[in-house]
């Protein structure tokens, strides 16, 4: 029953009457900015998890998780001593380079993966972004190419033009070195959403490599069944292997990517958590004013026999369920927010043409609602709303009752 009639004191003190106009304006602002601030953590974290699920999923699905190359031996015997590891899923072929590519006038540097079409699929997810032709055509016409639908934007060029590729391996001529370059046609184009749409093409091994001159080291893409133990999974393949083998993982490459979505997450929670902080302290003052106001309230509990703990308990109550509601009301309307986000932005980027999504690896806002997000924003914002609540629930309970029936009176 205590508990019972000081949480119903404390839940009367939120319906402000028609004599505390004040304390309800005051209410509302403190309110108010508590809802933005856990709406503004809601939506930021929503889309810094989004970003690293992309990157995870989707950029990692079509780049490789680790590279094996052989400088000289047998790739025979080396793929299948790579496909013994009970780690590794699958293996493909793989040759890589660099250079450009030029046509209609336009220039971009790219780099170029060397792949076998029909065993690519088992290792990368290409083959679901493709929206012309497919990795398969690559096989059409020897010197052929699959590029990203931003990169043949780029470009100006379409399904069947040619396009001339520079590499930067040099040949000597009779009037000194001179860069290769060959003439590729373009067979198919894929579009991932993704920064590899506009800095990778793919043609096969067998043209690279003559391209290349057979300089460049074969050797072998892998699928990990676990993405996160790829550097020590392509070092146990070094060490193991019976031949001298190079590898990298794809923390090595991309691993500052993700390292970075990781930090900027962490910073923005604790930065985001201090405006959450200074919204819930706002809870202080509105508090402070309704114990000045409900003076007399208190000392006619207080003589009624309500001990100071009780007084204290009413108000850390009263203070903690107006930080429920702002808490609350700021999830619903974060989450809200940031489901609809990506089209918000995409539709002020294309009306005022900012390009807001042009240098991130993924040229959209990807978003992913976590539970334990969300548990975790309550929790912690809840969390500083009791903090702040203890100040003034202390001042109300130190009142003295005889002073304010005086006051009152």
């Not at 119903?8 to 304006?25: E, H, I, M, N, Q």
């Not at 699929?121 to 398969?136: K, Y």
């Not at 490459?253 to 919204?279: E, P, S």
């Not at 009791?386 to 006051?407: D, H, R, S, W």
Request: net charge neutral.
């Amino acid at each position: 029953m205590l508990a019972d009639w000081r949480l119903s004191v404390a839940s009367r003190y939120l319906r402000a009457g028609v004599g505390d106009k004040l304390t309800s304006f005051t209410s509302m602002i403190s309110g108010l900015g508590l809802v933005l601030a856990v709406a503004i953590l809601t939506i930021v974290l929503s889309v810094m998890n989004g970003f690293e699920k992309e990157l995870r999923e989707r950029v990692l699905g079509v780049l490789p998780h680790g590279i094996v190359s052989l400088p000289d031996g047998d790739l025979e015997a080396l793929g299948k001593e790579l496909l013994s590891h009970g780690s590794v899923i699958a293996i493909a072929p793989l040759l890589e380079g660099s250079g450009l590519l030029l046509a209609n006038g336009r220039m971009a540097g790219i780099l170029v993966s060397g792949v076998d079409p029909d065993r690519e699929s088992q290792v990368s997810i290409l083959d679901e972004f493709f929206i012309q032709g497919s990795m398969h055509d690559l096989t059409s016409q020897r010197f052929s190419l699959a590029i990203g639908k931003r990169l043949a934007e780029d470009l100006n060029v379409a399904i069947g033009d040619s396009v001339n590729f520079v590499s930067p391996e040099v040949q000597m001529s009779l009037v000194g070195p001179l860069p290769t370059s060959r003439r590729f046609t373009i067979a198919a184009i894929f579009a991932a959403g993704a920064d590899v749409d506009k800095t990778q093409v793919y043609t096969s091994v067998e043209a690279l490599s003559r391209l290349q001159k057979g300089r460049g080291s074969v050797g072998f893409r892998l699928l990990t069944s676990d993405l996160f133990d790829a550097p020590e999974i392509v070092r146990q393949l070094i060490v193991t292997s019976k031949q001298r083998i190079y590898g990298s993982s794809w923390t090595q490459r991309y691993g500052n990517l993700h390292g970075a979505i990781h930090m900027q997450k962490k910073t923005m929670f604790l930065m985001l958590m201090l405006l959450v902080a200074v919204a819930a302290f706002n809870v202080v003052s509105n508090l402070m004013m309704v114990v000045k106001e409900k003076a007399g309230d208190i000392a006619i509990i207080r003589t009624m026999g309500a001990s100071t703990n009780a007084v204290r308990i009413i108000f850390i109550t009263h203070g903690v369920l107006v930080g429920a509601v702002g808490v609350t009301i700021g999830l619903v309307l974060g989450t809200g927010l940031a489901l609809i986000i990506d089209d918000v932005v995409l539709t002020m980027d294309g009306v005022l043409k900012l390009g807001l999504m042009d240098e991130y690896f993924i040229q959209y806002l990807p978003v992913d609602i976590r539970l334990e997000d969300i548990l975790l924003i309550a929790v912690s914002s809840l969390a500083i709303c009791f903090i702040a609540t203890i100040y003034p629930a202390g001042k109300a309970a130190k009142a003295n009752p005889v002073e304010a029936l005086q006051y009152e009176s």
